[in-house]
């Protein structure tokens, strides 16, 4: 097969070795007819969308593991694509589909530090190599009461953490976001504390759940979800599953996440999916499903960990009305 080195540095085949037939020849298509002008501007708009929902990343390849599946029905990439909470790229949920293209995701570089024996500073394709990689479909539910169920590829963070050996003083973790006013266009805004922040509990991170992730839908991760890497910690509301991240730091105390100082009453450090703990200003006891679930559809219920039961010895003894 022929391998060119493409503008990000990383070698890989040809646009038409990678993507279905259809798509590189509709592709084509497109562009020969834009060129010899017979596009006219509504429908120049429709076949801009399309293209930029097409699958269009790196192929992944890695095997799902039947360990991590729901019986749910996965959502289309589409959606999953076109309806994100990516605030460095504004806040509608249109705007990260649309702004994302801006963020340039090679070179890209990972960080880890803090209370390890061994710290670390890995460029992508290296932490990408870290571990097999592997499939697993899970429910995301964000705090706004929707959700998905997408196929995510990547490894246990756990991988990662048995490699830095954290030291005895290493009691959480703290993912750090990109923060770049060049490539990102939400940051003139300051609805958040920049750079977005997110935390876990050590024993949290270190659940297999936890999944860092490179890719999904077999694909390497489109930029409005969160590329070139992010964490997704299912059984939690989908703030705490932070996107683009640039370091890892393990720390003592508590770090400081981004919704929690945004607004402490509304959104604690746990943030532990739960359809007995309301949002101050809403239930959270059911949910709607993307691309499912319409306005006159009967509500469905928002499952204790999002479903994830198996992470509740976590949290034996504590009060998840107190540590919301
Ligand atoms: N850096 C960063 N990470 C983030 C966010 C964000 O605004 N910035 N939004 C979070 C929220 S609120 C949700 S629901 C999920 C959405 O992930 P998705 O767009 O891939 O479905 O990303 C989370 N990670
Ligand atoms: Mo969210």
């Known amino acids: 097969m022929l391998i060119k080195r493409n503008p990000n540095g990383i070698d890989l085949p040809f646009p038409s070795e990678i993507t279905p037939r259809e798509v590189f020849e509709s592709r084509r298509d497109f562009i020969r007819r834009l060129a010899l002008g017979s596009i006219a501007g509504g429908a120049l708009w429709e076949m801009a969308a399309r293209e930029a929902f097409a699958q269009t990343g790196q192929k992944l390849g890695a095997k799902p593991n039947p360990a991590y599946v729901v019986m749910d029905k996965t959502t289309s990439f589409k959606d999953a694509t076109s309806y994100n909470n990516f605030y460095e790229f504004g806040t509608d949920k249109a705007d990260p589909a649309r702004n994302a293209g801006t963020l340039k995701t090679r070179p890209w570089t990972i960080a880890i530090e803090g209370e390890v024996k061994k710290p670390m500073t890995l460029d ?3 932490l990408m190599k870290l571990a097999p990689l592997e499939e697993r479909l899970y429910r995301l539910r964000c705090v706004e009461g929707w959700s998905m169920v997408i196929p995510w590829t990547g490894y246990s963070l756990a991988e990662l953490i048995r ?3 954290p030291n005895g003083n290493a009691k959480y973790v ?4 990109l ?3 060049k490539q990102m266009n939400g940051l003139s805004s300051r609805v958040l504390d920049w750079p977005y922040a997110e935390g876990l509990r050590l024993d949290e991170a270190n659940h297999p759940l936890t999944l860092l992730t490179f890719g999904m839908y077999g694909e390497t991760l489109p930029n409005q979800n969160g590329a070139p890497v992010r964490v997704v910690v299912p059984w939690k509301y989908g703030f ?8 890892i730091r393990f720390v003592r105390d ?3 996440t981004s919704w929690n100082e945004a607004a402490a009453s509304e959104y604690g450090f746990y943030s532990n999916v739960n359809p007995n703990v309301d949002h101050p200003r809403w239930s959270q006891a059911t949910e709607r499903r993307i691309g499912e679930d319409g306005l006159f559809t009967p509500k469905r219920k928002t499952l204790m960990f999002n479903g994830y039961e198996q992470v509740a010895s976590l949290y034996s003894g504590m009060d998840l009305k107190k540590f919301f």
Do not use: G, N, T
């Not at 703290?174 to 976001?177: K, V, W």
């Not at 705490?240 to 370091?247: E, G, L, N, R, T």
């Open 163 to 165: 490699r830095v050996e």
């Open 179 to 181: 923060a770049d006013p």
């Open 240 to 247: 705490k599953s932070a996107k683009s991240i640039v370091k």
């Open 124 to 126: 992508i394709d290296s």
């Open 254 to 256: 508590q770090p400081k």
């Open 174 to 177: 703290q993912f750090i976001s």
